[in-house]
C-alpha cells in the first residue's frame, strides 16, 4: 500500500517528506524502544512511535522505514522534522492512539513486522 492511501484512509496529517508519498508500506511495528525498532524493524516499515526525538529519523533511515507516524496529536520539533525532511524520511501526525493506528492500519492489510516477507 502507498503510504499516500494511508495518508488519505486514516486523515494522517503529513509533517515531513510530502515529496516521498509513494513510497510502499509493506508492514507495520509499534514501538517506543529505539532498539528495539532497529533489532525488528524492516524496509518498507510504518513505525508508529509517541518518540519524536532526532533519534526517530536516524533509525528510519537506517531501517529505510517507509514511513513513521505520531500518535495522539504529539507535536514534533521543527529541527526534527527539518533533519526527516533531509533524510527522505515520511513523518505524519493522527490524533488516534496508537492502538487504534495499528488496528486500522492491520484492517488496511499492513502486516505485523513480524509476517512480513523479505
Not at 1 to 27: I, N, P, T, W
Not at 31 to 50: E, N, Q
Request: charged fraction near 25%; hydrophobic fraction near 50%.
Amino acid at each position: 500500500m502507498k503510504v499516500s492511501q494511508m495518508v488519505e484512509a486514516l486523515s494522517l496529517k503529513v509533517l515531513a517528506g510530502e515529496r516521498f508519498l509513494d513510497r510502499e508500506a509493506e508492514s507495520g511495528y509499534c514501538c517506543d524502544l529505539l532498539s528495539r525498532v532497529m533489532a525488528k524493524g524492516k524496509k518498507g516499515m510504518a513505525w508508529i512511535t509517541v518518540q519524536t526525538h532526532m533519534n526517530i529519523v536516524a533509525v528510519a533511515a537506517l531501517v529505510e522505514m517507509a514511513c513513521v507516524i505520531i500518535p495522539e496529536g504529539i507535536e514534533v520539533d521543527r529541527k526534527v522534522l527539518d533533519k526527516a525532511e533531509e533524510e527522505g524520511i515520511i513523518v505524519l501526525s493522527s490524533d488516534l492512539t496508537a492502538f487504534e493506528l495499528a488496528g486500522k492500519l492491520y484492517q488496511m492489510g499492513i502486516t505485523p513486522v513480524c509476517e512480513a516477507v523479505d
